[in-house]
Nanobody, 121 residues
Framework: QVQLVESGGGLVQSGGSLRLSCAASGTIFSINTMVWYRQAPGKQRELVSSITRGGSTNYTDSVKVRFTIYRVNAKYTVYLQMNSLKPEDTAVYYC???????????????WGKGTLVTVSS
Protein backbone atom coordinates (compact mmCIF):
# COMPACT_ATOMS: atom_id res chain seq x y z
CA GLN A 1 0.00 0.00 0.00
CA VAL A 2 2.85 2.36 0.80
CA GLN A 3 6.32 2.50 -0.68
CA LEU A 4 9.29 4.55 0.44
CA VAL A 5 12.02 5.05 -2.15
CA GLU A 6 15.36 6.59 -1.27
CA SER A 7 17.69 8.22 -3.76
CA GLY A 8 20.74 10.44 -3.84
CA GLY A 9 23.40 8.15 -2.45
CA GLY A 10 26.76 7.70 -4.07
CA LEU A 11 30.50 8.10 -3.74
CA VAL A 12 31.85 11.41 -2.51
CA GLN A 13 35.17 12.64 -1.20
CA SER A 14 35.67 13.66 2.39
CA GLY A 15 34.38 17.19 2.88
CA GLY A 16 31.86 16.85 0.09
CA SER A 17 28.07 17.01 0.11
CA LEU A 18 25.15 14.84 -0.86
CA ARG A 19 21.40 15.26 -0.64
CA LEU A 20 19.30 12.20 0.04
CA SER A 21 15.62 12.05 -0.83
CA CYS A 22 12.91 9.70 0.32
CA ALA A 23 9.59 9.79 -1.48
CA ALA A 24 6.51 8.02 -0.18
CA SER A 25 3.75 6.81 -2.47
CA GLY A 26 0.54 4.84 -2.12
CA THR A 27 -2.82 5.27 -0.49
CA ILE A 28 -1.57 7.86 1.96
CA PHE A 29 -3.85 9.82 4.23
CA SER A 30 -1.05 11.48 6.18
CA ILE A 31 2.56 11.00 7.20
CA ASN A 32 3.70 11.60 10.74
CA THR A 33 7.35 11.51 11.78
CA MET A 34 9.90 10.78 9.07
CA VAL A 35 13.29 9.44 10.06
CA TRP A 36 16.65 8.76 8.49
CA TYR A 37 18.64 5.82 9.84
CA ARG A 38 21.98 4.50 8.74
CA GLN A 39 23.85 1.26 9.07
CA ALA A 40 27.57 1.05 8.57
CA PRO A 41 29.28 -2.27 7.79
CA GLY A 42 29.48 -4.40 10.90
CA LYS A 43 27.53 -1.93 13.00
CA GLN A 44 24.00 -1.61 14.28
CA ARG A 45 21.47 0.62 12.59
CA GLU A 46 21.42 4.07 14.19
CA LEU A 47 19.03 6.97 14.05
CA VAL A 48 20.53 9.90 12.20
CA SER A 49 17.76 12.48 12.14
CA SER A 50 14.01 12.82 12.43
CA ILE A 51 11.38 15.39 11.59
CA THR A 52 7.79 15.58 12.73
CA ARG A 53 4.87 16.56 10.54
CA GLY A 54 5.05 20.00 12.11
CA GLY A 55 8.73 20.38 11.33
CA SER A 56 10.40 19.69 14.67
CA THR A 57 13.79 18.10 14.08
CA ASN A 58 16.22 15.93 15.95
CA TYR A 59 19.80 14.90 15.12
CA THR A 60 22.30 12.47 16.51
CA ASP A 61 25.27 14.33 17.95
CA SER A 62 27.75 13.19 15.30
CA VAL A 63 25.84 14.90 12.47
CA LYS A 64 24.63 18.07 14.17
CA VAL A 65 25.56 21.21 12.22
CA ARG A 66 26.66 19.12 9.21
CA PHE A 67 23.30 17.52 8.27
CA THR A 68 19.92 19.16 7.74
CA ILE A 69 16.62 17.32 7.51
CA TYR A 70 13.55 18.85 5.93
CA ARG A 71 10.36 17.67 4.32
CA VAL A 72 7.81 18.76 1.76
CA ASN A 73 4.51 17.45 3.04
CA ALA A 74 2.66 18.04 -0.22
CA LYS A 75 5.14 15.75 -1.98
CA TYR A 76 5.32 13.15 0.82
CA THR A 77 9.08 13.58 0.63
CA VAL A 78 11.83 13.98 3.21
CA TYR A 79 15.35 15.14 2.45
CA LEU A 80 18.67 14.89 4.20
CA GLN A 81 21.24 17.48 3.17
CA MET A 82 24.63 16.17 4.19
CA ASN A 83 27.58 18.56 4.21
CA SER A 84 31.19 18.19 5.33
CA LEU A 85 30.94 14.46 4.91
CA LYS A 86 33.44 12.25 6.69
CA PRO A 87 34.54 8.66 6.00
CA GLU A 88 32.70 7.61 9.16
CA ASP A 89 29.44 8.72 7.51
CA THR A 90 29.79 5.80 5.10
CA ALA A 91 26.72 3.62 5.48
CA VAL A 92 23.48 2.52 3.92
CA TYR A 93 20.92 5.21 4.71
CA TYR A 94 17.34 4.12 5.29
CA CYS A 95 14.15 6.12 5.36
CA UNK A 96 11.41 5.34 7.85
CA UNK A 97 8.00 6.94 8.19
CA UNK A 98 4.85 6.62 10.22
CA UNK A 99 2.09 6.57 7.64
CA UNK A 100 -1.67 6.60 7.98
CA UNK A 101 -3.37 5.02 4.98
CA UNK A 102 -6.90 5.58 3.76
CA UNK A 103 -7.74 1.91 4.21
CA UNK A 104 -6.69 1.55 7.84
CA UNK A 105 -6.73 5.10 9.20
CA UNK A 106 -4.06 3.88 11.61
CA UNK A 107 -0.39 4.79 11.86
CA UNK A 108 2.01 2.10 10.66
CA UNK A 109 5.77 2.05 10.16
CA UNK A 110 7.22 1.76 6.68
CA TRP A 111 10.82 1.43 5.53
CA GLY A 112 12.68 2.07 2.34
CA LYS A 113 15.30 -0.29 0.94
CA GLY A 114 18.16 2.08 1.55
CA THR A 115 20.70 4.05 -0.43
CA LEU A 116 24.45 3.64 -0.09
CA VAL A 117 26.63 6.59 0.83
CA THR A 118 30.38 6.09 0.55
CA VAL A 119 32.77 8.81 1.69
CA SER A 120 36.37 8.39 0.62
CA SER A 121 39.26 9.86 2.57
Amino acid sequence: QVQLVESGGGLVQSGGSLRLSCAASGTIFSINTMVWYRQAPGKQRELVSSITRGGSTNYTDSVKVRFTIYRVNAKYTVYLQMNSLKPEDTAVYYCNAGVVTWSTMKNADYWGKGTLVTVSS
